[in-house]
Each structure stands twice: as C-alpha cells, then as structure tokens.
Nanobody, 122 residues
Framework: QVQLVESGGGLVQAGGSLRLSCAASSGSLFSINRMGWYRQAPGKQRELVARITSSGSTNYVDSVKGRFTISRDNAKNTVSLQMNSLKPEDTAVYYC???????????????WGQGTQVTVSS
C-alpha cells in the first residue's frame, strides 16, 4: 500500500494563489508511474486537473491551462500543484492521485489522498 498525504489547501480570494503538495510513502518498495491532482466540487463528478508522468510529461484540463503548474520530485516521491489566478469556480476538494507499482508484488494500483479543501471567494 502507498499512502498519500496532502497539504496546502485553504481559503483565498479570487486572483490569489495556493500551492498544494502531496507526499507518497510506503512500508514496502514501490515506484510511481504517474502522479496527479483531481478535484470534486459539490454536486459534480471528480475531474482530472493535472497529471505528470515519471518522465515529466504533463497534461492539464483546459480550464486551468496557463494558471496551474504541476511538478514532481521523483527522488522524494512528491508532487505539487501551483495554482495562480484562482477563480471561484476552482473551489473544490482536491485529491492527490498516484499510480504506483509495489516492486515485490509487481502490481500497479491507483492510490488517493484524503483530499484538501480549496475555497476561492469572489
């Protein structure tokens, strides 16, 4: 099992910035294929916000392009999401996601963090 711990959510005014961070850990050897951030607003389905592969390739949902930047530190098994020019419609619970392989078992699974609230006031 891989545990994901998120930090950095909060309340910010429109136009402001927040930075989310997520750290992956496990008691067993593992390797992470891709990491990403999803979000879920009240009454809406969870959606992919940004994702980054182990080689650094990224993709973003159209609504955040040019405002959000995802990055990762492979050595530390961390992923961050820098969110600038925040809008009220960015308000949601943000979840860290990692697709990781437990080396001794050889099986890959998706893992999720507990979620962190981001609220953008107008």
């Amino acid at each position: 099992q891989v545990q994901l711990v998120e930090s950095g959510g909060g309340l910010v005014q429109a136009g402001g910035s927040l930075r989310l961070s997520c750290a992956a850990s496990s008691g067993s050897l593992f390797s992470i294929n891709r990491m990403g951030w999803y979000r879920q607003a009240p009454g809406k389905q969870r959606e992919l916000v940004a994702r980054i592969t182990s080689s650094g390739s990224t993709n973003y949902v159209d609504s955040v392009k040019g405002r959000f930047t995802i990055s990762r530190d492979n050595a530390k098994n961390t992923v961050s999401l820098q969110m600038n020019s925040l809008k009220p419609e960015d308000t949601a619970v943000y979840y860290c996601n990692a697709n990781a392989r437990m080396i001794t078992v050889g099986v890959s699974n998706d893992y999720w963090g507990q979620g962190t609230q981001v609220t953008v006031s107008s």
